[in-house]
């Protein structure tokens, strides 16, 4: 399938909302490049928080999330940044475990051995792409 990302990742930044936590799925596109998926990413944001995708699956194997804030046990700090991963049929849930985390992030934390392989993610990392430093957005 030639999957054009910038064209189709723009529909998912159509929607006009007010808060970030855009999230797109699709099942059927398979075998992207993760750099081609990051660099739609932030093509697609154009500039503007509102318009940032929090979590991406496409396909069984391709996955992305929006990281805020910088990872690890540390002080947070912002990170704001996209990874990609290539999680060979894991995808789908990884996107599920990580929208319900989003919005219900003790259910997740309590019971992670019940969501996510204890490897995590992190080890199958493809890529990670800036999105902008924050005095640089424009809203």
């Keep these: 399938m030639d999957w054009n990302c910038s064209e189709s990742l723009s529909l998912g930044f159509r929607c006009g909302r007010t808060q970030r936590a855009g999230t797109l799925f699709s099942y059927d596109a398979d075998g992207i490049d993760g750099s081609r998926i990051l660099d739609a990413l932030v093509a697609g944001a154009s500039g503007s928080s509102k318009r940032v ?29 996209w990874h990609a991963y290539d999680l060979p049929r894991l995808a789908p849930g990884y996107f ?19 969501w996510f392989p204890r490897t995590g993610k992190e080890p199958y990392m493809t890529g990670e792409k800036a999105f902008l430093k924050p005095e640089l957005l424009m809203d």
């Design 96 to 114: 599920i475990g990580n929208v319900i985390e989003s919005v219900c992030p003790d259910s997740v934390y309590r019971f992670s051995d019940l």
């Design 53 to 81: 995708l929090d979590f991406l699956s496409l396909g069984e194997s391709n996955f992305a999330r929006f990281h805020e804030l910088t990872l690890g046990d540390g002080p947070r700090q912002i990170y704001n940044a």
